[in-house]
């Protein structure tokens, strides 16, 4: 069973930074895209961010510039650096990886409040 295992959810002040890390198996780090998705209540899951295994990236709209995804092949773990944050970043990412098939994270929650 594939698993992804996501960290660094939390609380943040407007204009803080929060790191998210997504950790998957060998196979499915070196063949997958992996990406980071987020649904805030009542809304829609939306993108985030997305890395390709040859580290083509793709931003969600408007978070180019604040959000950055990164994978570190050593620890087959994706990060979403996220600077600059905005109450309106508030939501559920969730990480997840897609080729053959799709696999989701458990979803971690991040709120940005003062």
């Known amino acids: 069973q594939v698993q992804l295992v996501e960290s660094g959810g939390g609380l943040v002040q407007p204009g803080g930074s929060l790191r998210l890390s997504c950790s998957a198996s060998r196979r499915i780090f070196s063949n997958y895209i992996m990406g980071w998705y987020r649904q805030a209540p009542g809304k829609q899951r939306e993108l985030v961010a997305t890395?390709?295994?040859?580290?083509?990236?793709q931003y969600g709209d408007s978070l180019e510039g604040r959000f950055t995804i990164a994978r570190d092949s050593a620890k087959n773990t994706v990060y979403l650096q996220m600077t600059n944050m905005k109450p309106e970043d508030t939501a559920v990412y969730y990480c997840?990886?897609?080729?053959?098939?799709?696999?989701w994270g458990q979803g971690t929650q991040v709120t940005v409040s003062s």
């Open positions: 890395i390709t295994p040859y580290n083509l990236t």
């Open positions: 997840k990886a897609f080729y053959t098939s799709t696999y």
